[in-house]
């Protein structure tokens, strides 16, 4: 068994390579689009909607088989062909270049593991069971979705707005660390889930305001 590092990585602006035009490429595609990757996607077809973020130009493709210089650039792979030689050549070429590569399907091949996820607005939560079970993963995340609903999102935006504004109004950072404990500590989910987000930032307001 291989432990893997956990981490998450900033992509914005960042070229990601996607090999493959089907299902599971379309769906790795959509999630580095989330996170403000600049995406191409190399594959003699692809899917409609593939089709279709291509001509709106938020992805790059080029409907060809993948070619060794295709990687040049990348920050990041995914090997998602339906074609496991295609993708150990991906994955060998990527590893040859010290290009971290995802091979779909096949974690022996792989740099990194894509994790189940969700996301609550600023909140992110990742599943992995280290590639033995991916669909145990995704039993993982439904059950913490239940767990974990939009009002996290709504909580969390609203904390990162108090938490800058702390920073850059209170000086002494003893209260700082003060105010952050408490609004750690309050039960502020209850709030915005009882009354609403205008509720919420009231009640961190007055936190901040009697937290000495």
């Known amino acids: 068994m291989i432990n893997y590092y956990p981490v998450f990585l900033a992509l914005q602006g960042k070229l990601c390579l996607v090999v493959g035009g089907g299902d599971v490429a379309a769906r790795k595609v959509a999630s580095l689009l989330e996170c403000g990757a600049a995406v191409r996607v190399v594959s003699p ?48 070429h990527c590893q040859q270049r010290k290009i971290p590569v995802n091979v779909v399907d096949a974690p022996e091949l792989c740099d990194f593991l894509v994790p189940a996820t969700i996301r609550r607005g600023p909140l992110t939560i990742a599943v992995s069971t280290g590639g033995t079970l991916p669909a145990m993963a995704r039993k993982i995340r439904r059950k913490l979705e239940e767990d974990f609903d939009q009002n996290y999102g709504l909580l969390l935006a609203a904390l990162g707005f108090a938490r800058s504004r702390v920073l850059e109004e209170i000086v002494d950072s003893g209260r700082r660390k003060r105010i952050f404990c408490v609004l750690a500590a309050a039960d502020l989910l209850s709030v915005v889930e009882a009354e609403g ?16």
Do not use: F, H, M
């Open 45 to 92: 077809t692809l899917l409609p909607e593939l089709e279709t973020l291509t001509e709106q130009g938020q992805i790059a493709a080029d409907r060809r088989p993948y070619a060794p210089n295709d990687i040049g650039g990348a920050s990041l792979v995914i090997a998602a062909t339906n074609q496991p030689a295609v993708n150990r050549l991906v994955a060998l």
């Open 197 to 212: 987000v205008a509720a919420l930032e009231k009640e961190i307001e007055r936190l901040i305001a009697v937290t000495l």
